[in-house]
Nanobody, 127 residues
Framework: QVHLVESGGGSVQAGGSLRLSCAAS?????????????MGWFRQVPGKDREGVAG???????NYADSVKGRFTVSKDNTKNTLYLQMDSLEFEDTAMYYC????????????????WGQGTQVTVSS
């Protein structure tokens, strides 16, 4: 089992920055290295489908949604079992609840109900 806790959300004006963190814990991480997990950031606005933002595949490669390329940077610290999302040049359209998810192996874009999910952190960007 893996428990995820997101933090770092808040309210910011357009053009501003936020850094989200996703701290992972649980007995599964005592058996398997965090580096063997695929992990990603997703966001959702009420009434709309969840959208993948950025993440790492289990092979260590990272990629981004087109809407955030050049503005967001995903990173991780395998020694701290923590995933990060640096969000710069925030836009009103980035307003959403942000979630992180992880699963052993695979690709981050395929994370779904069989993955571990956090409770989310709200990001609100005012124009």
């Amino acid at each position: 089992q893996v428990h995820l806790v997101e933090s770092g959300g808040g309210s910011v004006q357009a053009g501003g920055s936020l850094r989200l963190s996703c701290a992972a814990s649980g007995w599964t991480l005592s058996l398997f290295s965090f580096s063997t997990f695929s992990m990603g950031w997703f966001r959702q606005v009420p009434g709309k489908d969840r959208e993948g933002v950025a993440g790492f595949n289990a092979d260590g490669s990272a990629n981004y949604a087109d809407s955030v390329k050049g503005r967001f940077t995903v990173s991780k610290d395998n020694t701290k079992n923590t995933l990060y999302l640096q969000m710069d040049s925030l836009e009103f359209e980035d307003t959403a609840m942000y979630y992180c998810a992880v699963r052993r192996g695979g690709t981050w874009s395929s994370l779904n109900a069989d993955a571990y999910w956090g409770q989310g952190t709200q990001v609100t960007v005012s124009s």
